[in-house]
């Protein structure tokens, strides 16, 4: 085996064993870098393992022209057989001083940041087959400048308790 695999093969494996823990990821790109009221992405994804749980996540990435420390979502979780349960959840996206939460995109330096915001830890879905989850922004203005895309991620959960 030459030099150049041997490298190769540990990050493989790396990646190859993080990615098994990822059941569902998409994002969906704002159009215009705009989050307007009227515009809500859904998500949809099946379930296949109802004994496991999982962890799901509000991705959001943004630039830093974004004018909140937060973002409040309004998160619609619909089931296989049209069962839907309404969350708000806040997104807080920098801390008290205006520091930006999550990581920065790009090289060396970036105005563009991603969070991977907690929605549900542990979560056991009830049933087997499709699930959707459809965001709507719940802020005060009908339009948030600076939200490039939103996403969602489901994970299988890796906390124990």
């Given at each position: ?17 993080c990615a ?16 307007e009221r ?93 699930y959707t ?29």
């Open positions: 085996m030459n030099r150049r695999a041997l490298l190769i093969l540990p990050v493989a494996i790396l990646f190859g064993g098994k823990d990822v059941v569902f990821q998409e994002d969906a790109q704002t159009p215009s870098g705009v989050w009227g515009w809500n992405p859904a998500f949809a994804f099946d379930i296949a393992d109802t004994i496991t749980a999982h962890d799901v996540y509000l991705d959001v990435r943004h630039t830093g022209d974004y004018p909140f420390s937060n973002l409040y979502t309004f998160v619609k979780l619909t089931g296989p057989s049209g069962e839907s349960l309404t969350d708000t959840v806040e997104c807080t996206l920098a801390d008290p001083s205006g520091r930006w939460y999550g990581k920065g995109l790009g090289f060396i330096s970036s105005d563009r940041f991603q969070a991977h915001v907690l929605y549900k830890l542990r979560n056991r879905f009830p049933r087997k087959g499709r989850i459809t965001l709507e922004q719940a802020m005060r203005t009908e339009k948030l400048q600076g939200v490039i895309d939103v996403g969602v991620s489901v994970e299988r959960s890796k906390s124990k308790s």
